[in-house]
């Protein structure tokens, strides 16, 4: 039996390759051939992922975080020139304590302060990654650090034409809100960056006008593009500003990685999320390989640390939907990394016993 392993991240607590090498270590023991693919749709993890995916490198950088403070980052370059960023590198929630999570003063330069080492060192063709960051200012902080950057003595428009104008820049997101509104970067994703009620509607006022702003100059307006309010308005910044193209980073990776070849020949594919819900059918990486593992007749199976509306995941076509974590047991124990282990090891091994 064959079981293909492509499991994303459980966020804050253990690494895709963390997950599926822990499975795969009491899988083998038990006779089962297994293959780890580990996997990103683009968020956290997603920089080791696709750099070692597609054979690169890892090159070390220091820059700004969102708060502007000196801080090691890293960005992958590949065999053919092609740069891999995560903007979380650079500001990333996880890079500030709870205590300072500020979205009004958190900025986005040190994004822009890595793509400038990546051109720099050559690079015309970029996959960003964008996810879990900690700010909410369209962008404005990466801009305005290509402005110091490559705009000295020049207009951006000219910098935009010559330093800038011959990269290419592709956006790995699952993410389809707008830039402003309701359902734009503040009001949905700027409370667990901090923001009061206030501040989310300071922040969406700042994001429009800047939006209003660009579609002056510029004579177009991507702020109602799917994606555009990705990361925190960084998605409309660089389809505005950086002419990127918005893709599913999950399908990204999967074409990159020859997914289809990979699991023509397997008996089952595992996938699975930190949490997983109805909106792991939203495009999410789990149901985008279910719909890859549905198109050459594999089943999948979904194993999670947490599991909500079980039902409605199983009746999109999921084999099985597990969680490892035993009912009961308090969310502050489960995301321990030893009690996640022992809980996924014991996932596993209860897995081989209904399989034999």
Do not use: W
Not at 110 to 119: C, D, F, H
Not at 237 to 257: I, V
Not at 290 to 318: H, I, T, W
Not at 340 to 353: D, G, H, I, M, Q
């Amino acid at each position: 039996m064959k079981t293909i392993l492509a499991i994303d991240s459980f966020k804050g607590c253990m690494s895709s390759s963390e997950v599926e090498e822990t499975i795969a270590g009491v899988l083998n023991k038990n006779g089962v051939e297994t293959l780890c693919l580990p996997m990103s749709d683009g968020g956290e993890g997603m920089l080791p992922v696709f750099t070692s995916a597609m054979g690169g490198t890892l090159e070390p950088v220091y820059i700004h975080d969102q708060m502007m403070r000196r801080v090691d980052a890293q960005y992958g370059v590949m065999p053919d020139g092609t740069a891999i960023i995560e903007v979380a590198q650079a500001c990333g929630l996880t890079l500030v304590k709870e205590e300072e999570r500020n979205p009004m003063r958190s900025t986005t330069y040190g994004v822009g302060e890595l793509l400038s080492r990546a051109i720099k060192r050559g690079c015309r063709n970029f996959i960003i990654g964008l996810g879990g960051t900690g700010t909410s200012d369209a962008g404005i902080g990466m801009i305005r650090a290509l402005v110091d950057i490559f705009a000295r003595g020049k207009s951006f428009d000219e910098a935009l034409k010559t330093e800038l104008g011959e990269c290419r820049f592709t956006l790995a997101s699952d993410v389809d809100n707008p830039l402003c509104g309701k359902n734009g970067a503040a009001h949905v994703y700027a409370p667990q960056k901090g923001a009061t009620p206030e501040m989310i509607e300071q922040l969406d006022r700042r994001a429009r006008l800047f939006a209003e702003k660009s579609a002056l100059h510029f004579g177009f307006d991507k702020s109602n593009e799917p994606g555009a309010g990705a990361a925190g308005g960084l998605g409309y910044a660089f389809m505005q500003y950086l002419g990127a193209e918005m893709k599913s980073g999950a399908d990204l990776l999967l074409d990159l990685t020859d997914f289809n070849g990979k699991i023509k020949d397997a008996d089952l594919i595992m996938t699975g999320e930190g949490s997983a819900d109805r909106q792991t059918l939203m495009g999410k990486l789990p149901q985008r390989i279910l719909m890859r593992g549905k198109q050459l007749g594999v089943p999948v199976g979904l194993v999670a640390g947490r599991v909500e509306d079980r039902e409605e995941l199983l009746s999109a076509g999921f084999s099985f939907v597990e969680s490892i974590t035993p009912e009961g047991m308090p969310l502050e124990d489960a995301i321990k990394k030893e009690v996640a282990f022992s809980n996924l090891r014991r996932f596993a091994t209860s897995l081989v016993y209904e399989k034999t």
